[in-house]
Each structure stands twice: as C-alpha cells, then as structure tokens.
C-alpha cells in the first residue's frame, strides 16, 4: 500500500516537471531587459527615485512606460531594482515605488524598502503603485475591490507615508516564464496567462503624477 502511494506520488511529481514548460530554466533570474536606467538628464521639474519591484518584467514594462512620461514632463527619474537597492534618498524629491503582487502581498523587496526608508519616505513627495493579475481575472466583478486592497495593506502598514498618487495595474501572466513552483501554484489556481496591461491607463496616471508633483 505505501509501495503503491510512493509511486503515486512520484508519478504526479514526474508529470508536473514533464508538463512544465518552465522546467529547463527553473533558475532564471530576471529577464534580461531588467535593468537599472536613468531618464531626463536635461531635468527642470526635479528628481525622482523610481525602486521597481518585479520578478518576471511586467512590472518594469509599466515602470518603463512612466518614466518615459515623467521625463518627458522635465524630470529626472533614475531607476533602481528594489532587490539590490542601497543607499541614500536624501538627493530625491520623489520617490515612487511600483510592485508586483505576489501571493496576496506586495514583492518582499517592496517591503523591505518601505521598512528601511520609512522615516525619509515620511518627509518626502511618494507615490507607489502595485501590478497584480486580479485586474485581468473574472472575480464576478469584485476585481477592483481586490485590487484596491493591495494598495490599502499598505497604506495602514507604513501610515506615515501618504502618497500624492497610488494605483494599481493589470499585469500579465506567461507560464512559459514562471519558475517551477511559481508555475505550479499559478497551474493549482487555475490561473489564467495573459497580459492585461492597459498602457493607455498607465500613461494617463503618469501625467496625473506629473501635475502633481510639478
Ligand atoms: C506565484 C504567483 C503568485 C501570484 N499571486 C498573485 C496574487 O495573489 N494576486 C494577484 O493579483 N496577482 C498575483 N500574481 C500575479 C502577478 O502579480 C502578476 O503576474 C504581475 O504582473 C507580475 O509582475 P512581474 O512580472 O513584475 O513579476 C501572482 C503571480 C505569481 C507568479
């Protein structure tokens, strides 16, 4: 009988890792076009700190498209990766902070910043903005509801950090680039791929951001 459940089991782990596209790359690391950028160096209307927060890229994609704006409106926006940022923020007038969701919380990176910068963070001009899947799910309607959670977790956790501008974006989802476990437990949600970025909204709230930051 134990004989029997061991095979069992063996034959379902088996399965998941020949049926996992993601297999052959489970310990890739970020996609290659992740990486630390600076925009606007002509600045006029300040500098802002963009800590991006991403495992699989979506996440920069939306970053990327906002500090295109914020440039174009006369800042300067360096972009740092959240997972290797250190240093100092005093230099900044704004900082903002994109995350991706990640089993109902923002990224830990995410986290581990606003945990170190708090203080600063408090005395300064922020904005932060999360990128989740529920905004391209069918949860019988409740979709912004869920949304709209993630971004106020964190306003009661870091309460002294009032944002001028917060958000939260559909992502995308790409089994063919999930890391096995990632990949499995998106599989055991039945979670479904896609990309449902709507940019056109992701510049409309840049240039909010900018008028009210100027
Ligand atoms: C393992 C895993 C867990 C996730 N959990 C959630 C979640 O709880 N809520 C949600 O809305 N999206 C969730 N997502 C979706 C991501 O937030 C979404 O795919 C986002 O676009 C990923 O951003 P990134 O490409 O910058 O990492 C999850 C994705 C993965 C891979």
New binding site residues.
């Given amino acids: 009988m134990k004989k029997r459940f061991l095979l069992v089991c063996i034959g379902i782990v088996c399965a998941a890792l020949l049926c996992s596209p993601a297999t052959g790359h489970a310990k890739r690391g970020l996609p290659d076009y992740v990486i630390e950028k600076s925009y606007g160096d002509n600045a006029t209307s300040g500098n802002v700190l963009f800590i991006v927060?991403?495992?699989?890229?979506?996440?920069?994609?939306?970053a990327e498209v906002i500090a295109e704006v914020l440039s174009a409106e006369g800042f300067k926006v360096d972009v740092k990766l959240a997972d290797t940022f250190v240093g100092d923020i005093a230099e900044y007038d704004t900082v903002l902070l994109g995350?991706?969701?990640?089993?109902?919380?923002w990224?830990d990176d995410a986290r581990a910043f606003l945990d170190e910068y708090q203080t600063e963070l408090a005395a300064k001009k922020v904005a932060y903005f999360?990128?989740?899947?529920?905004?391209g799910?069918d949860l019988g309607g409740k979709e912004e509801e869920?949304?709209a959670n993630?971004i106020k977790k964190i306003a009661e956790d870091y309460p002294d950090i009032v944002p001028v501008a917060d958000a939260a974006f559909?992502?995308?989802?790409d089994y063919k680039i999930?890391k096995f476990?990632?990949?499995l437990?998106?599989r055991l949600?039945f979670?479904k791929s896609g990309n449902w970025?709507d940019y056109a909204g992701v510049v409309s709230w840049a240039y909010d951001l900018s008028d009210k930051l100027q």
């Fill in positions: 927060a991403t495992y699989y890229g979506s996440t920069y994609r939306i995350s991706n969701i990640y089993i109902e919380d990224n999360c990128v989740c899947a529920v905004l799910s869920y949304a993630y559909a992502g995308a989802v999930l476990k990632d990949w437990l998106m949600m979670m970025t």
